[in-house]
């Protein structure tokens, strides 16, 4: 007879966690090169090349910092902005999902629909401004559709290719236990691709920040994208820069969101 009584012990040992120190390696690591830019930043600044509206230093960008949260303006700005995005993301990826689906599974809407998409995923993004302003005027409906585009075409092209791809064993092991239609695609297709799937996601949610400043040159007057602009013309290199920085900050912040709920549902999957 087989021994499992050692099998079972072992699978009932809890799961050791990595030391404290190797966790926080990773984080130490990503640190180094901001660490590097703001310190050569500092230097650049005070080394007499650059003129303080050319590039003020680290410290002017943090009173900028602390002069927009004064007066609230910045928390508004930080709203607005924050809130095109997800909404433009949602509906962006929501339609880039559906329609990636599609055509991942059918060679012949494929055939069809593929190669028009993949011409319009060429066109950049202030191409579009104008015509979004002439068909839904300034408002936000212009801003919100600009960042829906740019979310759009990663996830649609990421699960449309990876469906198209997927694991044909996998396909017919679904159809022989009578898996059809939505139930093998809910079942089988969809978490066989799972990790293509939230790099699309991913993808398309960097590429929504992307496509908000040149949503917020629409008529704006609120938002990152504004500040960009207004700064520029004021002449406010601080807040410019502060801008930039913010934009990177928020980005990488919804990256890191998405990327946790992308590890929790992948380990229940398993």
Request: positive net charge; charged residues 15%.
């Amino acid at each position: 007879m087989l021994d499992t009584t050692g099998s079972a012990e072992e699978s009932e040992r809890p799961i050791r966690k990595p030391p404290v120190k190797r966790r926080w390696r990773p984080l130490a690591a990503g640190l180094i090169l901001p660490v590097v830019v703001l310190v050569g930043w500092q230097a650049a600044a005070s080394s007499g090349l650059y003129s303080s509206a050319q590039l003020p230093p680290p410290l002017s960008v943090l009173d900028a910092l602390g002069e927009l949260a004064g007066d609230g303006s910045l928390w508004q700005h930080l709203a607005i902005s924050v809130q095109r995005v997800l909404i433009g993301f949602a509906a962006g990826a929501g339609l880039g999902f559906l329609l990636g689906a599609v055509v991942g599974l059918s060679a012949t809407v494929r055939a069809v629909v593929a190669p028009s998409i993949a011409a319009l995923r060429a066109v950049p993004s202030l191409a579009w401004v104008p015509l979004l302003v002439l068909w839904l005027g300034i408002g936000e409906g212009p801003k919100i559709t600009l960042v829906a585009i740019g979310s759009f075409f990663p996830v649609y092209t990421t699960i449309s290719a990876a469906l198209a791809h997927a694991d044909a064993h996998l396909v017919e092991v679904g159809r022989a236990y009578g898996l059809r239609g939505g139930e093998l695609l809910g079942r089988i297709m969809l978490p066989s691709v799972a990790p293509a799937i939230f790099s699309g996601l991913r993808l398309g949610l960097a590429q929504g920040w992307l496509f908000l400043v040149a949503a917020e040159l629409i008529a704006s007057s609120m938002g990152l994208g504004f500040l960009l602009t207004d700064s520029q013309n004021t002449g406010r290199t601080d807040i410019l820069l502060l801008a930039i920085l913010l934009l990177a900050a928020l980005g990488k912040l919804c990256d890191v969101i998405l990327g946790l709920v992308e590890k929790r549902v992948l380990r229940t999957h398993k």
